[in-house]
């Protein structure tokens, strides 16, 4: 599966960002889709996650902030970031977590969030 990320760039404080991610390939062996970050210095990091049937888990650090959601007949994941926070600044990574287990990622996709 290849995955295209886009939708990063330069926000200040509070403000909003949407990333995207389609996928192509071999997408019907996709089953759970998600969000990752990392910033300088530290590990990736979850930050949310969709199943194929549209339940979501969230980083207590973007709850109520973040919304991920999944067009199938699109073969895109979407994180809408609302009231995005200096902290919030990291590379950005696209992931699906496929049904035999594999996982693919994506290209990274920078966030940088300005006080």
């Known amino acids: 599966v290849q995955l295209q990320a886009s939708g990063g760039g330069l926000v200040q404080a509070g403000g909003s960002l949407r990333l995207s991610c389609a996928a192509s390939g071999s997408i019907f062996s996709i089953n759970n889709m998600g969000w990752y970050r990392q910033a300088p210095g530290k590990e990736r990091e979850l930050v949310a996650t969709i199943t194929s049937g549209g339940s979501t888990n969230y980083a207590d650090a973007v709850k109520g902030r973040f919304t991920i959601s999944r067009d199938n007949a699109k073969n895109t994941v979407y994180l809408q970031m609302n009231s995005l926070k200096p902290e919030d600044t990291a590379v950005y990574y696209c992931?699906?977590?496929?049904?035999?287990?594999?996982?693919?990622w994506g290209q990274g996709t920078q966030v940088t969030v300005s006080s």
């Open positions: 992931r699906a977590d496929k049904y035999d287990g594999r996982v693919d």
